[in-house]
């Protein structure tokens, strides 16, 4: 088990904020006693999906709720897959669309579902969105219409390992598979930076974006339950 305090969450919400990382070794009187020592106003319990249910008792215990089961998909990056699409560009500067499609990206995130998270869930995303246009090695690209901005996707590097932040599709716009070439670009943008291992990170009730990655060739290394604890 391992229990940390995280410095900037603390910061950004205003509050303190620690995490406890469980693995199946840790008897559950452990954790019970890890938890009830800690000063922090709010702490994140993530464990893998598996284990879950045998702590579920001491979680709930503390009035302990699960917000999330993160299901992690990884891929080996794939020179034939990625496409430079030539429709999308890279954004440079926020805006009002951008930030309402970086909104609509996190309808099934814990920031989102948490009630007493939900105040900040705006705040969170937007500074998301500006980390990603002020950071080197991170872009957002987006495709538009003649209208508005149909669909985005921030993409960075970390370690060497490609990963996507947020993903969204204008709701009008879904079903013509905008999404897909969001990838495909996102795959180029690994290839330009030679990065041959690429990661994505979502919720397992998001069915259309865990279909969208398995059929560009990702599959799924983990699925993490993670649950919100208010002390």
Not at 82 to 102: F, K, M, N, P
Not at 104 to 123: N, T, V, Y
Not at 202 to 227: H, P
Request: hydrophobic share 40%.
């Amino acid at each position: 088990m391992n229990y940390q305090c995280l410095k900037w969450d603390s910061c950004f919400f205003g509050m303190r904020v620690a995490q406890v990382t469980v693995d199946s070794a840790i008897d559950s009187q452990i954790l019970s006693e890890c938890l009830e020592r800690s000063d922090a106003e709010v702490i994140y319990v993530f464990l893998a999906s598996e284990i879950a249910e045998q702590y579920r008792t001491t979680l709930e215990n503390f009035y302990g709720k699960c917000y999330d089961c993160k299901v992690i998909f990884g891929k080996q990056v794939d020179a034939v897959f990625a496409a430079q699409d030539l429709a999308i560009v890279e954004i440079t500067t926020e805006s009002e669309e951008l930030l309402q499609l970086a909104y609509a990206s996190g309808h099934l995130s814990r920031f989102f579902l948490d009630p007493r998270f939900k105040p900040h869930f705006k705040a969170l995303y937007r500074e998301w969105i500006q980390k990603s246009l002020r950071e080197e090695n991170a872009n957002i690209f987006a495709l538009s219409d003649a209208q508005s901005m149909q669909g985005m996707v921030s993409v960075f590097v970390e370690s060497g390992i490609g990963k996507i932040g947020l993903i969204a599709i204008d709701e009008k716009s879904r079903g013509q598979g905008l999404g897909m070439r969001l990838l495909k670009q996102c795959e180029a943008y690994y290839v330009d930076h030679n990065v041959v291992t690429c990661k994505v990170v979502t919720q397992k009730d998001n069915i259309a974006a865990c279909k969208l990655y398995q059929k560009a060739g990702y599959t799924i290394e983990n699925e993490q339950s993670i649950w919100h604890i208010w002390k």
